[in-house]
């Protein structure tokens, strides 16, 4: 499951895209129309956690709201233009929560898109993206099978939605989940990338009577935080997942939130050391 550096970085990714206006569009999704979003201007990106927030409006003069708070500083082969390829358009191969946690509803249990086939005409402009076990973000390529399926076939993925811009480039996002929404929901005080983290809340939080893997993974109070991030930082910490937060004194808490962070700044410096090294 992508987790906050991995998502962080699909926002880089997505940032020179601000600006430009959709011109063609592709891709598998039922429940989110692609054709919704021909002609629209891709206006901001924010991030938040584990979720990506994208703007989209029907006028290129349009700004994003002023209350809507901007992404976090980050811390310590383009395509045919022939509209008819429709290869090319879809891609290849055609438990008890704490009371003292955030209450922002930024979990990983979100509904999926309802509907709103566009946001032209009413105040659901921000496309929200969860990208779920293996979802992704890829810019001016396709995804490629790297084994072949139970079938032996080598098929490609499929990318949930293709968006080509004015620019001639384009972005493809496979295997995520998407919805309409008025404004991003954004709560930086848990966002464990995020330079306005809330250390404090994040103690209080870890020394309930409940195993502190549960509270680690718990996305109001951790917002960003997965498997892997929890599994490294419980093992530098040399704390048991099952260990009781409230069994454990101060300190070992402080040490298991500064690995936290650590760990996951640390995982996001080395992905984007891998993006400035391949451009």
């Keep these: 499951m992508p987790e906050g550096p991995s998502v962080r970085k699909f926002h880089h990714l997505t940032s020179p895209f601000v600006g430009q206006q959709v011109v ?58 022939e ?26 249990n979100d509904s999926e898109c309802l509907g709103g086939d566009s946001p032209a005409g009413g105040a659901q402009r921000w496309l929200q993206v969860s990208f779920g076990l293996f979802g992704s973000v890829w810019v001016n390529e396709f995804s490629r099978a790297k084994k072949a399926n139970k079938r032996g076939d080598w098929r490609d993925p499929i990318p949930r939605l293709v ?27 848990s966002d464990i990338l995020s330079e306005k983290f809330h250390r404090g809340q994040a103690l209080e939080a870890l020394g309930q009577e409940q195993p502190v893997c549960y509270t680690l993974l718990d996305q109001r109070c951790f917002s960003g935080l997965g498997n892997i991030i929890k599994n490294e930082a419980l093992y530098r910490a040399g704390i048991h997942p099952l260990s009781l937060g409230s069994l454990l004194s101060p300190r070992q808490l402080e040490v298991l939130v500064d690995h936290v962070v650590e760990f996951s700044t640390d995982w996001l410096q080395g992905k984007f050391q891998v993006l400035f090294n391949s451009s």
């Design 24 to 81: 063609k569009t592709g891709g598998s999704s039922k429940k989110l129309n692609p054709a919704s979003f021909q002609s629209l201007w891709f206006q901001d990106t924010q991030v938040h956690g584990k979720k990506l927030f994208l703007r989209f409006d029907p006028d290129e003069e349009t700004k994003s709201p002023s209350n809507n708070p901007l992404p976090e500083p980050l811390r310590k082969g383009e395509t045919k233009k």
């Design 163 to 189: 968006l080509h811009f004015s620019s001639g480039r384009f972005l493809a996002f496979y295997n995520c989940q998407m919805s309409w929404s008025s404004s991003p929901v954004v709560q930086p005080t």
């Design 83 to 108: 509209a008819g390829d429709l290869k090319q358009t879809l891609g290849p191969d055609s438990q008890n929560i704490s009371d003292q946690c955030s209450q922002s509803g930024s979990g990983d």
